[in-house]
């Protein structure tokens, strides 16, 4: 059985010294590289409705096509916990740095492809196929990606910082959601309806496969730092696969931390995701409203992140969660059910729901601190991959299915999950976090 003690435990960390110039360095290129690889993931979500038409064929029913355009966005995630376990385990053999150069160049290379794939009207059903498999490496990608850099944060950063360092870190991450944003913004600005869909949808992934590949370069620059140094001495002391000691020794953290995933998948999914499409679809509103509506939903979120983190070192987690979860109920069924509304109401109370989606900070503060250090990357990227897998690949096939019977589906989802949110707050171990690292 491994020791679950180790000196990078959370009382060494303590009087660990403080990052140097190199760490920052690192640590921003990270940071960067993962903006740019998220953007890589989700910009499908932001023309989905346009890739439907590309993809499938013409006469197939318009819900469909959604439907089917939805599953291939699914099976992003669906390929999640392959990618994070494979990219994990070599990422102890082999180094940090080759890793995390690998899983951006995973990103990058299928998010140019889609962006040069021919459509349905040209090769048919291999169309959809390509598709497919583009999608299935680019969620293999991200599966290696985030705990890794939320486990190097959390156990670097000073401890008094460590919610303002999560946080900071998340709000990153979801900084590619706002560049894809953005970018989308800017495609149904600058160009007409017909022209999107006759060869403007390609622009975004062509430039997020080319800044993919730049990232790529730039993570050559990188060292294996003595920080990542110590994090790869931390699982020499193993003397079996973490997993297994995960699955026999700490099913309660992987329950907490697959819980608190569905609630994240659903605040992410839903509000940020598939929202400009629903309002499109549902609503009538014009896409470019839509997505203007989204990126100042998605700047609120970013900043959110920053307070929710900060407020976790101030207030506790327990209470961030609480009033982060609880406040995502009421803004969320209040945007929902007072849309279509007008244009100035739609950007405030859109923008006031993304702030809140900010309370997802939380999960990895709870979520790395749940698991002692010597298990620590594994348990964090098994349990959060297999839920984002299951609930984040679900959600868009369930809304939509949902959607066909009531048009307030994403309301009721998201108030749902947020419930559930606030009642793993109470769960002892969600503010084990800030205990342990005294120890």
């Known amino acids: 059985m491994p020791s679950t003690s180790h000196p990078l435990s959370a009382g060494a960390l303590a009087s660990s010294p403080s990052l140097s110039r190199q760490d920052v360095q690192t640590l921003g290129l990270s940071a960067l590289g993962g903006t740019l690889e998220f953007y890589d993931f989700v910009i499908y979500v932001f023309f989905a409705a346009v890739l439907s038409h590309q993809f499938f064929p013409v006469d197939m029913p318009d819900w469909l096509r959604q439907l089917q355009t939805f599953g291939i966005f699914a099976a992003g995630y669906l390929s999640r916990p392959l990618g994070g376990i494979v990219i994990a385990h070599f990422g102890d053999l082999l180094g940090r740095k080759r890793m995390f150069t690998l899983s951006i160049f995973l990103m990058a290379v299928p998010t140019l492809v889609i962006g040069l794939l021919p459509t349905y009207a040209s090769i048919g059903v291999a169309a959809p196929l390509l598709l497919l498999a583009m999608r299935v490496l680019q969620g293999a990608a991200i599966g290696g990606e985030m705990p890794g850099a939320w486990v190097f944060v959390a156990e670097h950063v000073p401890p008094h910082r460590y919610g303002l360092g999560v946080g900071t870190l998340t709000a990153g991450i979801t900084g590619g959601i706002l560049l894809g944003s953005l970018v989308a913004v800017g495609i ?137 979860f609880g406040g995502l109920l009421v803004t969320s069924y209040l945007f929902y059910t007072g849309l279509p509304g007008t244009p100035m109401s739609l950007v405030w109370s859109y923008g006031l729901v993304g702030f809140f989606v900010g309370v997802i900070a939380t999960v990895p503060i709870v979520g790395v601190r749940a698991f002692p250090a010597a298990v620590r990357f594994s348990g964090l990227s098994f349990a959060y991959n297999l839920s984002y897998a299951i609930f984040g690949g679900m959600t868009p096939i369930v809304l939509t299915l949902w959607l066909q019977k009531d048009p307030l589906a994403p309301a009721y989802y998201v108030g749902g999950l947020a419930v559930l949110g606030m009642l793993l707050a109470l769960v002892p171990l969600s503010s084990r976090g800030f205990v342990a690292r005294k120890a």
Request: net charge positive; proline share 4%.
């Open 188 to 324: 149904n600005t600058h160009y007409s309806p017909a022209d999107v869909a006759d060869f403007a949808w390609r622009i975004p992934f062509i430039l997020g496969g080319v800044f993919g590949l730049v990232s790529v370069y730039l993570r050559r620059f990188l060292h294996e730092t003595p920080v990542f140094q110590q994090l790869s001495q931390r699982r020499q002391v193993a003397r079996e696969l973490p997993l297994k000691t995960i699955l026999r020794e700490h099913r309660a953290a992987c329950l907490l931390v697959g819980g608190l995933t569905w609630v994240l998948s659903a605040a992410i999914v839903v509000v940020v995701l598939i929202t400009p499409n629903y309002l499109q679809k549902v609503h009538g509103i014009a896409p470019a409203l839509a997505l203007e509506a989204n990126a100042v939903a998605t700047l609120t979120l970013t900043l959110g992140c920053v307070l929710m983190g900060w407020a976790c070192d101030r207030i506790g987690t327990r209470a961030v969660m609480l009033i982060g």
